[in-house]
């Protein structure tokens, strides 16, 4: 299936190249209150750090905008934690420096994530002066009962009002993110919650499991018999469910986790499956940039520390990396560039274009996975044609199991030397 994508792939840029623009996320690291299931880089309880962060934060992006020479951005996320925690004028400041830093693309698509109790009309308006065009809501579920089991501070009527809100102020891009597979959720709950999302009529849709990550509350709560570990045959019906209403609703299952409206999909988060390049900024924010990968320290109290001084003339990454801003520095082998382009690029329902794939590796697919493909044609879990491989229907459910065997494969592969 051709779900319109609209964003190009790497191509000839090579590894982690930005000649046809970067996409740029920012990290807020702020939360009102942490959910128990959150393993995110999150911290609830250090506001008094947020006015030094910011004025961090625009550091950082005015340093790597110079360093980079103020370069092309097509797409820009703010994400966390809670970006719309933090007080309105922050985030207008943040905006300020990355239009100043970047030479942001017309068109770009600027997404803000939002808790559904944090903000009003006002500030709505104000989002979108500042070039903010999409929103993304945490509504996780409409059902209170549940919400309520997710130690989130909303309720359904907050998240509906908020997606209201959004839309009266002007708002034409909105996504919601809903949960399923959640401790004492039924079948029909998780269908009248997709009810009443696709009745406001949002153009995105993102659909998360339930996943317990070690060393969360949720973890010790599973742990400690408080509640029951998730039920993996039920997620599995609940997406399948999913993967049915929304379809006959119209909605196009672009990626294993995300619906959208024909030709509304998330263009920055294409960037990550595309294996575009993308730079981050902020305590944990990942990059990948001109062949190497590399991420922030996690602290964001330290992050403030270290980005009060002057920094080192020289290369972006190891000026940044000798005042310890960055914690982890990695070169990407032609070999790994390989396995993230299968691996990410197969969450995509459109899957891995054979014109792609040559065009960025000198190489036919056929050639470098043919058995591969093969046994997992046979197996039912992928579809080939000439257009490329995707993953089948019911490949969906074992992703995970079909990513590890082409990430495998992809160390076995002689690739034409560049």
């Known amino acids: 299936m051709d779900s319109g994508i609209r964003l190009e792939a790497a ?3 090579g590894a982690g190249g930005y000649s046809d623009g970067l996409s ?39 340093f790597w905008g110079g360093r980079l020479s103020r370069p092309a951005v097509s797409t820009v996320f703010f994400g966390g934690g809670t970006p719309s925690y933090v007080p309105i004028e922050g985030i207008e400041a943040i905006c300020a420096a990355i239009f100043e830093a970047f030479d942001v ?46 130690s989130r501070r909303h309720d359904s009527g907050t998240a509906i009002g908020a997606y209201r809100s959004a839309r009266e102020a002007g708002f034409e891009d909105i996504n919601l993110d809903l949960m399923f597979g959640l401790p004492g959720q039924t079948a029909d709950q998780w269908r009248a919650t997709l009810e009443r999302a696709v009745e406001l009529g949002p153009e995105h ?10 060393g969360t509350p949720l973890d010790a709560m599973v742990k400690g018999g408080e ?28 990626e294993i ?7 509304r999909e998330s263009r920055h988060n294409l960037a990550y499956w595309l294996n575009a390049s993308y730079l981050g900024v902020g305590p944990g924010a990942h990059s990948y940039l001109s062949g190497r990968r590399f991420a922030a320290l996690r602290s964001p109290r330290r992050y403030v520390d270290l980005l009060s001084d002057a920094l080192p003339d020289g290369d972006p990454v190891d000026s940044l990396s000798a005042v310890g801003v960055l914690d982890s520095i990695e070169p990407v082998t032609p070999a ?83």
Not at 37 to 61: H, K, M, V
Not at 257 to 263: E, V, Y
Request: proline share 4%.
């Open 11 to 13: 191509g000839s840029q």
């Open 24 to 62: 740029l996320y920012v990290h807020i690291p702020f939360c009102e209150t942490k959910c128990h299931y959150c393993d995110f880089n999150t911290y609830a309880g250090i506001d008094a750090l947020i006015p030094g962060y910011l004025n961090a934060l625009e550091t950082e992006i005015r």
């Open 105 to 150: 693309d017309e068109d770009a698509e600027t997404t803000l994530e939002s808790n559904p109790g944090d903000y009003s009309k006002r500030d709505l308006s104000r989002y979108l002066g500042v070039g903010i065009n999409r929103l993304s809501i945490g509504v996780q579920s409409l059902d209170d009962g549940l919400l309520k089991s997710l």
């Open 205 to 214: 849709l993102s659909l998360y499991a339930l996943t317990v990550e070690e």
């Open 227 to 254: 509640i029951d570990e998730p039920d993996p045959d039920l997620a599995a019906e609940m997406y399948l469910l999913a993967e049915s209403f929304l379809g006959d609703a119209g909605f196009d299952h672009y």
């Open 257 to 263: 986790s995300n619906w959208s409206l024909p030709g």
């Open 336 to 418: 790994m560039e390989l396995a993230d382009t299968m691996m990410m690029g197969m969450r995509l329902s459109r899957g891995v274009r054979s014109d792609e794939f040559r065009g960025r590796f000198g190489l036919e697919l056929a050639d470098a996975f043919g058995p591969l493909i093969d046994e997992l044609s046979g197996m039912g879990l992928l579809v080939g044609d000439a257009v490329g491989i995707r993953l089948s229907d019911g490949g969906r459910l074992l992703g995970n199991e079909v990513f590890e065997r082409f990430v495998t494969a992809s160390a076995e592969v002689e690739l034409p030397p560049r």
